[in-house]
């Protein structure tokens, strides 16, 4: 399972930012993808997720309202559409694929920087 993550730049708090996950058509239909994001000096969160089969999607509180998830399967990519971002939404954004509730594969980073 290989997960490519794309997207990541420097924006202005408010600005738009959509980061792309590119993985496997067998990867899109059987696994759920995560979206997690590390900033400097803190451990890894959790920011959203889309299940593998049953449609469910789910964000964190701190994103809830501003970020999308959602896939494009001609294109076999899990996209995280960020709006309204703030300076706490700086961090090194990863994507995952989980199989049977495990995060066992993940993607290399992309990095996003919201300053003013």
């Known amino acids: 399972v290989q997960l490519q993550a794309s997207g990541g730049g420097l924006v202005q708090p408010g600005d738009s930012l959509r980061l792309s996950c590119a993985v496997s058509?067998?990867?899109?239909?059987?696994?759920?993808i995560g979206w997690f994001r590390q900033a400097p000096g803190k451990e890894r969160e959790w920011v959203s997720y889309?299940?593998?089969?049953?449609?469910?999607?789910d964000y964190a509180d701190s994103v809830m309202g501003r970020f999308t998830i959602y896939e494009d399967v001609d294109e076999n990519t899990v996209y995280l559409q960020m709006n309204s971002l703030k300076l706490e939404d700086t961090a090194v954004y990863y994507c995952?694929?989980?199989?049977?509730?495990?995060?066992?594969?993940w993607g290399q980073g992309t990095q996003v920087t919201v300053s003013s």
């Open positions: 058509r067998r990867t899109l239909d059987y696994y759920a």
């Open positions: 995952a694929a989980s199989e049977s509730g495990i995060w066992g594969y």
């Open positions: 889309r299940g593998s089969r049953d449609g469910t999607r």
